[in-house]
């Protein structure tokens, strides 16, 4: 059923020419861990977008087989087409070169409104504290968890908020813009296995996220959001939002850098892969 890549291939440490070369590739050089470095290393990787894209036609092309997108794979398509991955893909990578620069950082697992265990991030131990790292979900400054206050961080275009949830003895994390809150996603500070890590990216192949096309990233002051035809920018002074192929195209060549072939086959490649995987009926939920 599968061409599943081999758990050996999830291995920390199993990627060490694309840590290498990404650190070549952003002019990082080792330094000594702290949250400052931390941050540099997270914001250039930030270059990588999250998108789905590459990940549908992928499994297009291997028939409805599930093969990860590795680190080497990875930055590859971004060095020749500037794409860049899901939250799986875009996760582990990250843990491999933040491991590498000497931090102390586990995958670990999210919730969203339509599902278990359908979002991952990284956690990170630093002098006797824990922050958050998301690739997947654009936070790039770690932010520390804590069971005791909320951490609150603004960003041009939104804040994010993490509060704990001691019935649950997890957290919740919402965004908010002008005094609106949006929930985004329940973790618990706790590091899984990288056997689990692997099941639940594994699952990630027949979620809603594999179900149309979708991008985002930021730049400069502004968050580019794209699902399909609808497009949604969040600049600090308005948010603006359209629903045309037209647009969504133009914006993918324009601040992505992504060639539109890539677009074209991932939509063809979304009928045929409907044949194949079944999605829940929960509406996947627009960032």
């Known amino acids: 059923m599968s061409t599943l890549s081999s758990q050996s291939e999830l291995a920390i440490g199993a990627h060490h020419s694309a840590v290498t070369e990404f650190l070549k590739r952003m002019n990082l050089q080792l330094a000594k861990p702290s949250l400052e470095q931390l941050e540099k290393i997270a914001r250039r990787f930030s270059e990588l977008p999250y998108e789905n894209v590459s990940k549908i036609i992928k499994r297009n092309d291997l028939h409805g087989a599930i093969q990860f997108r590795l680190p080497d794979e990875v930055l590859n398509d971004h060095l020749q087409w500037n794409l860049g991955g899901t939250c799986f893909s875009l996760t582990y990578y990250l843990l491999e070169i933040l491991t590498y620069c000497g931090y102390n950082c586990q995958p670990i697992m999210g919730d969203m409104k339509w599902g278990e ?15 958050l790292i998301d690739p997947g979900y654009l936070i790039y400054q770690p932010l520390q968890i804590s069971k005791d206050t909320i951490t609150r961080h603004l960003t041009p275009h939104s804040g994010i908020e993490i509060r704990f949830v001691p019935e649950v003895e997890r957290y919740d994390l919402y965004t908010f813009r002008n005094g609106q809150f949006t929930w985004r996603y329940r973790f618990t500070a706790k590091a899984v296995s990288m056997d689990n890590f ?4 594994i699952g990630s192949f027949s979620k ?8 985002t990233r930021t730049e400069n002051e502004e968050m580019i959001y794209i699902h399909n035809d609808f497009v949604k920018i969040t600049r600090p002074e308005r948010v603006q939002r359209a629903k045309s192929f037209d647009t969504t195209e133009k914006l993918i060549v324009q601040k992505f850098g992504i060639p539109l ?12 892969n409907q044949q194949h995987i079944k999605y829940p009926t929960t509406k996947q939920d627009a960032s």
């Open 117 to 131: 265990n359908v979002h991952c991030a990284i956690l990170v131990h630093k002098d006797a504290h824990d922050y």
């Open 198 to 201: 692997a099941e639940h990216w």
């Open 208 to 215: 809603p996220t594999m179900s149309g096309v979708c991008l």
């Open 261 to 272: 072939k890539f677009i074209e086959e991932a939509r063809s490649a979304l009928d045929s």
